[in-house]
């Protein structure tokens, strides 16, 4: 199953355009630019805000651990 994560080797700032392009296996650059055009209509805020949560949602590719259950259930 695939899963969503922030790139590790295509990103300019924190990898969530490089992940997302990586998801849908396609070029990173073209969500960049969908991004930006998105951000701008919308008046930046917005674009900017989903931007900062995904950043802090998504984990970076590799850095995933899994959650261990309690000792004793």
Not at 8 to 19: K, Q
Not at 24 to 49: C, Q, S, Y
Request: include cysteine; hydrophobic fraction near 50%.
């Amino acid at each position: 199953m695939k899963k969503l994560y922030r790139s590790r080797t295509d990103r300019w700032i924190a990898g969530v355009c490089g992940g997302i392009g990586e998801y849908l296996e396609i070029d990173p650059n073209i969500i960049r630019v969908i991004w930006a055009i998105v951000t701008a209509i919308t008046g930046f805020l917005p674009g900017i805000a989903v931007y900062i949560l995904l950043w802090i949602i998504l984990p970076e590719r590799g850095t995933a651990h899994p959650v261990e259950a309690p000792a004793g259930a």
